[in-house]
Nanobody
Framework: QAQLVESGGGSAQPGGSLRLSCASSRYIYGYWCMGWFRQIPGKEREGVARIQIRGNEVTYGDFVKGRFTITRDGEKTLSLQMNNLEVEDTAMYYC????????????????WGQGTQVSVSS
């Protein structure tokens, strides 16, 4: 089973930036898909961004509005650059991955990290 460990979360002011990182126990090129999700307590988990590893096709959630960028920063690292943060971005952010093509198409990924908290407030 693959292991994913997120880092980079913390506190930010509205309009500020954070960069999240996901360290994988496997080479990320071995996955078909990787992505970032977020969840606010009591609310449904949301897809933030996903990337098809081999083809570099990316998809963002509607709320991203051009503010975030998902990238591969190394053989075992996935990142999410978050700019122009809003209070509504406050959530636990999770890194995820999957070996199956269909998983990426449906946002249904199987490997998950423990999450990193992002808190945006004045």
């Amino acid at each position: 089973q693959a292991q994913l460990v997120e880092s980079g979360g913390g506190s930010a002011q509205p309009g500020g930036s954070l960069r999240l990182s996901c360290a994988s126990s496997r080479y990320i090129y071995g996955y078909w898909c990787m992505g970032w999700f977020r969840q606010i307590p009591g609310k449904e988990r949301e897809g933030v961004a996903r990337i098809q590893i081999r083809g570099n096709e990316v998809t963002y959630g509607d709320f991203v509005k051009g503010r975030f960028t998902i990238t591969r920063d190394g053989e075992k690292t996935l990142s999410l650059q978050m700019n122009n943060l809003e209070v509504e971005d406050t959530a636990m952010y999770y890194c995820a991955a999957d070996d199956m093509m269909r998983a990426c198409e449906t946002w249904n990924l199987s490997y998950w990290g423990q999450g990193t908290q992002v808190s945006v407030s004045s």
